[in-house]
């Protein structure tokens, strides 16, 4: 089946960038939607359709696929923003949607 | 605005069946065109889809689960619910139900979600 690879960790100060990578095979041709996720809390989406944001989230949040990597960019990271973040796509040759790894973004 | 929210016993013996049911609120299960799934995350893990129905009742599952769960809806009651055979405790996680547009390749993304329910699998 389709695999979604996340780093498991990113570190990074606060105003900074901070960018979350998700690898899979030619994954420049789905559409790659990623996810919020903080502690006891159901995830929230951030980005749909790789690069749109929903309403009500910061234009902070942003989103790009190409190639074999799809990439979250969280712009002047913020201590809210401190969370765990997940890629989503759906896998059209097994009828499944998969989720990334997931990734732990941590505010210094 | 549509929330969802998950209901069923939070803890279940092994070789038991999970049955979960989502209520949803504030619209029609038969309004749109969207899709309604459940995913679960094991504590501290990440998250795995389980399945999918489109009000139809259509169905696609996780292949991995595929033997053992049944996803059915109730447009009368504005539910669907989840039916997992046999588990055994891998099988305990927090379970999430959420709504996934049916417009299209791609247009598959998660919202909005429940807030989840924990459920357990001990004797």
């Known amino acids: 089946s389709y695999v979604l690879t996340q780093p498991p960790s990113v570190s990074v100060a606060p105003g900074k960038t901070a960018r979350i990578t998700c690898g899979g095979n030619?994954?420049?041709?789905?559409?790659v939607h990623w996810y919020q996720q903080k502690p006891g809390q159901a995830p929230v989406l951030v980005i749909y359709?790789?690069?749109d944001r929903p309403s009500g989230i910061p234009e902070r949040f942003s989103g790009s696929n190409s190639g074999n990597t799809a990439t979250l960019t969280i712009s002047r990271v913020e201590a809210g923003d401190e969370a765990d973040y997940y890629c989503?796509?759906?896998?059209?040759?097994?009828?499944?949607?998969?989720f990334g790894t997931g990734t732990k973004v941590t505010v210094l | 605005q549509v929330q969802l929210q998950e209901s069923g016993p939070g803890l279940v013996k092994p070789s038991q069946t999970l049955s979960l049911t989502c209520t949803v609120s504030?619209?029609?299960?038969?309004?749109?065109?969207?899709?309604w799934s459940w995913i679960r995350q094991p504590a501290g893990k990440g998250l795995e889809w389980i399945g999918r129905i489109y009000t139809s009742g259509s169905t696609n599952y996780n292949p991995s689960l595929k033997s053992r769960v049944t996803i059915s809806v109730d447009t009368s009651k504005n539910q669907f619910s989840l039916k997992l055979s046999s588990v055994t405790a891998a099988d305990t996680a927090v379970y999430y139900c959420?709504?996934?547009?049916?417009?299209?390749?791609?247009?598959?993304?998660?919202?909005?979600w429940g807030q989840g329910t924990l459920v357990t699998v001990s004797s």
């Open positions: 359709y790789d690069s």
């Open positions: 959420a709504r996934a547009p049916s417009g299209g390749p791609g247009t598959d993304w998660f919202d909005p």
């Open positions: 989503q796509v759906w896998d059209s040759s097994s009828d499944q949607s998969v």
């Open positions: 504030g619209g029609s299960i038969n309004s749109g065109s969207y899709y």
């Open positions: 030619n994954i420049g041709s789905k559409s």
